[in-house]
């Protein structure tokens, strides 16, 4: 079945400075790689996501990248604020189904002021 | 647009007794999934309903069951809790092939 790997499990960043994280997926049938923000005490915030027949997509400071040869999408956060701490997760569809998402273990973000 | 509800929000059962978890979609979407959020397994998909029809299932055991209404509310039902059973349970909406819109979740601990 579907696996999917998220590195790094956590990371800490300057206020200002971008931060990276990366997905690794095993189904080359995949199309539909979306990303979520978890806050505390709340559930998975979608907040971009990109289809296969595109290689990046931008929104405002957030950017995805998503390479279908080597088989990994990256999540790309520029000017990095306080707010953006938060738990961020990637996923993709098994089996093409967008109503099951297989999702990475996660990788929490702090964002130092 | 209101968002996903769930309720309740939190929930304290012992074991062997079972539950049963609600779910209201964002208006016009008909399709309703669920997931099971702990500390040690991340977010797993449990099973996934379109139109009242049971249309995907993940790995887990019969006692986690669920269904749909033809307004597109869903209900989950766990029987015989056990232990391992506590967790985030959370639920997403979507359109019929679009990106899935998560509720709050209901924190379901069983003693």
């Known amino acids: 079945g579907e696996n999917v790997e998220q590195h790094p499990s956590t990371l800490s960043v300057q206020e200002g400075d971008s931060a990276v994280i990366k997905c690794t997926y095993s189904?080359?049938?995949?199309?539909?790689f979306p990303w979520y923000k978890q806050e505390l005490g709340k559930g998975p915030q979608l907040i971009i996501d990109?289809?296969?027949?595109?290689g990046e997509k931008k929104d405002q400071r957030i950017a995805v990248t998503l390479n279908k040869t080597a088989k990994h999408f990256s999540l790309h956060i520029t000017e990095t604020q306080p707010e953006d701490s938060a738990v961020y997760f990637c996923a993709v569809p098994l089996g093409g189904s967008q109503g099951n998402l297989i999702f990475g273990k996660g990788t929490k973000l702090s964002v130092k002021p | 647009k209101a968002g996903v509800t769930q309720t309740p929000r939190y929930l304290i059962k012992t074991r062997g007794q079972q539950v049963t978890l609600s779910c209201s979609p964002i208006?016009?979407?008909?399709?309703v999934s669920w997931y099971q959020q702990t500390p040690g397994q991340g977010l797993q998909f449990l099973f996934e309903?379109?139109?009242?029809?049971?249309?995907n299932k993940g790995n887990f055991p019969g006692r986690f069951s669920g269904r749909q209404f033809s307004n597109s509310r869903s209900e989950m039902n766990v029987s015989t809790l056990e232990l391992g059973d506590s967790a985030l349970y959370l639920c997403?909406?979507?359109?019929?092939?679009?990106?899935?819109?998560f509720g709050p979740g209901t924190r379901l601990t069983v003693l």
């Open positions: 309903y379109f139109s009242e029809t049971q249309r």
């Open positions: 208006s016009g979407h008909r399709s």
């Open positions: 990109i289809r296969s027949n595109v």
């Open positions: 189904d080359s049938a995949s199309n539909y």
């Open positions: 997403a909406s979507s359109l019929a092939a679009n990106e899935q819109f």
